[in-house]
């Protein structure tokens, strides 16, 4: 079973700085099978990236995710009021079960 | 507009048992695998279970193997998560989500709003 382990588990930044979120495998993943979500309290979760680097439907360009191997990073440029949420990585594919890391919450400094 | 309904979710004794239901509309529900994903007060996020598009593979956590079964009607466009057995571990916001492809090993684009299940004497 693949555990992920996400830091910073709280980062405190202002509007329009850059946000760089960490993920981290227990072994090597193939990085068709790494995916990013975003949740707002109160709200289900939205996905935000698939196959590691790929923004899915409306996602704006200030976010992408990078990573290979055990090391997966998602960032966020140029902050925006809205973007201030909780971040959850997750893999997919292989076998189940399916996990995701603890989340990062991105909190407004 | 695509959309998933939870429903079924309340108030259940340990040891009980209580049945999930989530209807899907706005898209052609039989082509994709779904999933059980759940969210315990106040922590993160658990994948709970997975069913293909077809039901002929079904998986699931840890924490409920043996104690839940997925299951899905695609005539009537549901997705169901019989829960036997239950205990307070299991209280949580049940949400459905909809798998990319039709196997259930792909990432979820599409949730709902959840239910909340409540295991409690």
């Not at chain 1, 700085?17 to 949740?39: E, F, H, I, K, N």
């Not at chain 2, 998933?4 to 309340?10: K, P, Q």
């Amino acid at each position: 079973e693949f555990v992920l382990t996400q830091s910073p588990a709280t980062l405190s930044l202002s509007p329009g700085a850059r946000a760089t979120l960490s993920c981290r495998a227990s072994r090597s993943l193939d990085s068709t099978y790494l995916a990013w979500y975003q949740q707002k309290p109160g709200q289900a979760p939205r996905l935000l990236i698939y196959r590691t680097s790929y923004r899915a439907s409306g996602i704006p360009d200030r976010f992408s995710g990078s990573g290979s191997g055990t090391d997966f990073t998602l960032t966020i440029s140029g902050l925006e009021p809205a973007d201030f949420a909780v971040y959850y990585c997750h893999q997919y594919g292989d076998s189940p079960p399916y996990t995701f890391g603890q989340g990062t919450k991105l909190e407004i400094k | 507009e695509m959309q998933l309904v939870e429903s079924g979710g309340g108030l259940v004794q340990p040891g009980r048992s209580l049945r999930l239901s989530c209807e899907a509309s706005g898209f052609t529900f039989d082509d994709y695998g779904m999933h059980w994903v759940r969210q315990a007060p106040g922590k993160g996020l658990e994948w709970v279970s997975g069913i293909n598009w077809s039901s002929t593979s079904r998986g699931y956590a840890n924490s409920v193997r043996g104690r839940f079964t997925i299951s899905r009607d695609n005539a009537q466009k549901s997705l169901y998560l019989q829960m036997n057995r239950v205990t307070t571990e299991d209280t949580a916001l049940y949400y459905c989500t909809k798998d990319f492809g039709s196997s259930a090993d792909w990432y979820f684009d599409l949730w709902g709003r959840g239910t909340l299940v409540l295991v409690s004497s």
